[in-house]
Every structure is written in C-alpha cells, then in structure tokens.
C-alpha cells in the first residue's frame, strides 16, 4: 500500500491543480466550436490539444519545456521558421485577380489595418504593456494568425499563447463581429450600392504582380521580406502554370503539415500558471478592440473614398470590412450581409476579395514596420 500512496505522489494526478482543469475546460470548448459551428477547426483543434498537452502536470509537454513539444518549438517559431512556410501555402491558395482588377481596393485593405495601430498605441499608454507587448497585441487587428505568431514570437514570446488564442479566435468570430459594425456604419443605401464590372487582368500581370510587390514590400520594409517574399513566391507558383508538382505540394501536404505545428506548439505555451492571469483578460479586450477598429476602418475609408469618386465608380462600403485578413471568410461575411440586407439584389463577393487579399500584404507589413521600429 505504502509503495502504491507513492507511485501515486509521483503521478501526474497527484499534481493537477484548479488552474489545469481551467485550461482543459477551455481546450474542451475550443474543440466544441470548432466540430459544432466550424470555427477555424484546422487551428483551433491542435490548439486545443496543445493546451491539454501543456497541463499535463510533470509530462514535459509545453512549449517552454524539455520535451518533444519544446523542440518544435525552439527549431519552428524561435527561428521564425513556421509562420513564413505557412506564408508560402497561403500564396499558392490566394487569387490576386480580384484585387488587380479593382486596384482602389489595396486603400482599403490598407485602411482596415487601423486596428493595429490604435490597439498598440492604446495598450501601450493606457493599460501599462512594454512596446514590444503592445505591438503584439495590436497586430491581433490585422486578423491572420501566422503574422501574429511570427511578430509575437520575436517581440514577445512569453504572451505569445493569449495573443495568438485571442488572433485566431477572432478570426473563427468573424461572421458574428463584423456584421454588427457593417450595420452601425453604413446606411440602407450605401449597402445597396451596385459596383460595376472590374477591369480584365492579363496573364502578364499576375505573373508580374508576386514579383514586383514581393521586391517593392521587402525593399521598403526588409523586415517583412519573410512574409512577403513566401507569400509571393507562393503565388507565383501558383500563376506561373508550370510548376504544378510544388503548387500543389506547398498548398495541400506542405501547409497542412506545418499548421499542425503551428497549432499545438501554440496552445502547449498555454500552460495554467502563466496563461490564467489578469494580463491575459487584458489582451483578449485589446484583442477585441484590434479586430472591430480594423473592421471600422476599412469601412469608413470606403465612405472616404465615395465622397472623391465619380458616381459611375463608387464603392460598396461594406467591403472595406473585407480588408481584414481572414480569406476568404471576411469576404463571404460581407456578401452574407449585402446580399441578406438587398434581398439578394446586391452581391459584392468577388470586389470584397481584393480587399481581403490586400490585408494578407498589409497585415504583414505592419509587421514588419514594428519589427524595424522596436524589433
């Protein structure tokens, strides 16, 4: 009996403390969301079995630990490895055409990065964070998950599992945040706006497009050359129509490989002591506040623009809520809600692409500019 109350002592059990049982609460729920409503389920069940691994008292499962989970993650963020793979796979998967065919609507994706700046700004000099822990907070705005890890992971990396919870949280929550705002800021009429047809985009130009904005974004703001660059040599495999094999390797085994990764490295940094504080409520508001400002930002400049453009090339307003860069999901909620708002007279999914493909560049320069500001 005595040998048996020892093992015991020694077990995994014996340790488990109120804070675990939190965790493993919230890797539950995580799980329910992504099987019953599909929220971002790709990221957010290796999350949630990351966080389980992690509050596994005495296994070494965490990410700032000594075992197998610590190595993927010293080899795959530390050395900013994961995020610009994903990067790449995300540019073999994304379609330029919409946004070269309507070039205005790269403003609007600038604009819809507005979240970032004024939840950084707000963390910084209202709530206490060092800027490094303010920039990680508010490129949550910026809406794409890889970005918020690469960025964290170099400024910030001891709040990188609330940051990069609360980044794609807010991603799976699109269809439920934006619309409230699509509605607070344009009026009956401006979402009955009907935009014409863009313009033709030659073969020429998309294969141009990856090369020339690849070059120019890494030139302007080197730091962001990780990010770009994968991302536009992504695409350029994608649209050069002769290099099928990698296309289809970067886009299909190569990403989903690597955002398994990604996802349990995340959620094993989630362990009970060091994500159950104050700090973490914290940054999931500032989260909040990122992700609506950008929404409100690509919005209202949409409206800035109306007010300049002949009447002919005026803009449905409600695709600059497209600028965040959750593709294609921010797109789909905008044509969800016009198309529900117009009796489905009104169907702006194709205009609402260029914005959202906009904010994967902005998104990632942003990042960069904090890198080169305060990396």
């Not at 005495?58 to 197998?68: E, V, W």
């Not at 209202?126 to 890890?149: H, M, R, W, Y």
């Given at each position: 009996m005595e040998e048996l109350l020892r093992l015991l002592s020694q077990s995994g059990l014996a340790h488990v403390t109120l804070g675990n049982w939190v965790m493993y609460a919230l890797s539950g729920l995580l799980v329910y969301l992504a099987i019953r409503y599909q929220y971002e389920p790709l990221l957010l069940i290796p999350i949630a079995f990351g966080i389980?691994?992690?509050?596994?008292?005495?296994?070494?499962?965490?990410?700032?630990?000594?075992?197998?989970?610590?190595?993927?993650?010293?080899?795959?963020?530390?050395?900013?490895?994961?995020?610009?793979?994903?990067?790449?796979?995300?540019?073999?998967?994304?379609?330029?055409?919409?946004?070269?065919?309507?070039?205005?609507?790269?403003?609007?994706?600038?604009?819809?990065q507005l979240?970032?700046?004024?939840?950084?700004?707000?963390?910084?000099?209202?709530?206490?964070?060092?800027?490094?822990?303010?920039?990680?907070?508010?490129?949550?705005?910026?809406?794409?998950?890889?970005?918020?890890?690469?960025?964290?992971?170099?400024?910030?990396?001891?709040?990188?599992?609330?940051?990069?919870?609360?980044?794609?949280?807010?991603?799976?929550?699109?269809?439920?945040?934006?619309?409230?705002?699509?509605?607070?800021?344009t009026t009956k009429k401006e979402r009955a706006i009907q935009m014409s047809e863009g313009s033709a985009v030659s073969k020429i130009a998309v294969i141009l497009f990856p090369m020339c904005t690849g070059a120019l974004a890494s030139l302007l703001v080197p730091s962001s050359a990780p990010l770009i660059g994968m991302l536009m040599f992504g695409n350029l495999i994608r649209e050069s129509g002769v290099t099928e094999r990698l296309s289809k390797t970067a886009g299909g085994a190569l990403i989903d490989t690597v955002t398994i990764f990604l996802g349990i490295v995340v959620g094993a940094t989630m362990e009970a002591e060091r994500f159950l504080n104050p700090q973490t409520l914290m940054i999931l508001a500032l989260g909040a506040v990122a992700f609506i400002f950008s929404t409100a930002g690509g919005i209202l400049f949409g409206k800035v623009l109306n007010l300049v453009l002949p009447e002919s090339k005026k803009i449905n307003p409600c695709i600059g809520a497209a600028g965040v860069s959750a593709v294609p999901m921010a797109a789909r909620v905008v044509q969800k809600f016009v198309s529900d708002d117009t009796d489905g007279q009104v169907n702006p999914l194709m205009a609402a692409m260029g914005p959202n493909v906009a904010g994967v560049i902005g998104s990632a320069v942003a990042a960069g500019v904090f890198l080169s500001l305060i990396g």
């Open positions: 389980v691994l992690a509050n596994f008292p005495l296994a070494q499962m965490g990410s700032y630990g000594d075992g197998i989970i610590a190595l993927i993650y010293d080899s795959g963020i530390k050395t900013e490895l994961l995020p610009p793979v994903i990067f790449l796979g995300v540019g073999v998967l994304t379609d330029f055409r919409p946004l070269l065919a309507r070039p205005i609507t790269f403003l609007l994706g600038a604009a819809a979240g970032i700046f004024i939840a950084a700004v707000t963390a910084a000099y209202v709530f206490g964070f060092t800027l490094k822990e303010a920039a990680s907070i508010g490129i949550i705005g910026g809406a794409d998950g890889p970005t918020t890890i690469f960025l964290t992971s170099q400024l910030a990396p001891h709040i990188l599992g609330p940051v990069a919870l609360c980044a794609y949280s807010y991603m799976s929550l699109v269809p439920i945040i934006q619309p409230p705002v699509l509605r607070l800021l």
